[in-house]
């Protein structure tokens, strides 16, 4: 079975700094999907980025870009410009890539604060 | 567009007593599942589905039951609820290929 680690489980930086949250994944399989997702008090779940296994390019959404190694089975989220409205709770998570059954794999997850 | 419906937010509940914890689509998924997050854990998965009449077991299905009599629908019911299934519970729906999750905004469930 896939397992997702993130071993921490808190972080801060200044506003406008960067941070980058850790990820690890243990899989056997050579295509699945990666993602991190964010969770701000309100409790929503939030899709900030994704990857595919396949693409050798780091996924990248405005201020957030991964860091996807494949062959470390690592997947790092990179938040540039830090802002007051990015503190929350960032967990990756691992799907494979089975037609139909989108079951995720989540890690612990990351609080983040941003310090003004 | 309303996406992924959980009702209710908030459910405080006896040892003992059951619910049931709705959830409805109005994106046409065929992809529905139910998670559980508890502090440090994670979300982990209880059962899903991928299609009416079709279910199956996820990572931690025990005390929990689910049905899909249609596609907008996947209720999870507790027949007795324990205090170990105190959690915030997450439904969330998917369409076809790598087409992200959509969650619902969750339900909080203390069990007393």
């Known amino acids: 079975a896939q397992t997702v680690t993130q071993s921490q489980p808190e972080m801060s930086v200044q506003e406008a700094e960067t941070v980058t949250l850790s990820c690890t994944y243990d899989?056997?399989?050579?295509?699945?999907?990666l993602f991190w997702y964010k969770q701000p008090p309100s409790r929503q779940m939030i899709l900030v980025i994704r990857?595919?296994?396949?693409?050798?390019q780091n996924a990248t959404e405005n201020r957030f870009s991964v860091n996807f190694q494949k062959a470390a089975k690592s997947f790092s989220l990179k938040i540039s410009d830090s802002q007051l409205g990015d503190a929350a709770m960032y967990f990756c998570?691992?799907?494979?890539?089975?037609?139909?059954?989108?079951?995720?794999?989540f890690g612990q997850g990351t609080r983040l604060t941003i310090n003004p | 567009n309303a996406g992924v419906t959980q009702t209710p937010k908030f459910q405080v509940l006896k040892t003992g007593q059951s619910m049931t914890l709705q959830c409805a689509q109005d994106?046409?998924?065929?992809?529905m599942s139910w998670y559980r997050q508890d502090p440090g854990m994670g979300l982990r998965l209880i059962h899903y589905?991928?299609?009416?009449?079709?279910?199956d077991q996820g990572e931690v299905p025990n005390g929990y039951n689910v049905s899909r009599s249609t596609t907008e629908d996947f209720p999870l019911r507790l027949l007795s609820a324990a205090p170990s299934q105190t959690s915030v519970y997450f439904c969330?729906?998917?369409?076809?290929?790598?087409?992200?999750?959509?969650f619902g905004n969750g339900t909080r469930l203390t069990v007393t």
């Open positions: 969330a729906s998917g369409g076809r290929g790598n087409s992200p999750l959509h």
């Open positions: 994106m046409n998924h065929e992809y």
């Open positions: 589905s991928v299609g009416a009449g079709i279910t």
């Open positions: 998570a691992y799907r494979s890539p089975i037609q139909g059954a989108q079951k995720l794999v």
């Open positions: 899989t056997s399989e050579s295509d699945y999907y």
């Open positions: 990857q595919e296994a396949y693409k050798q």
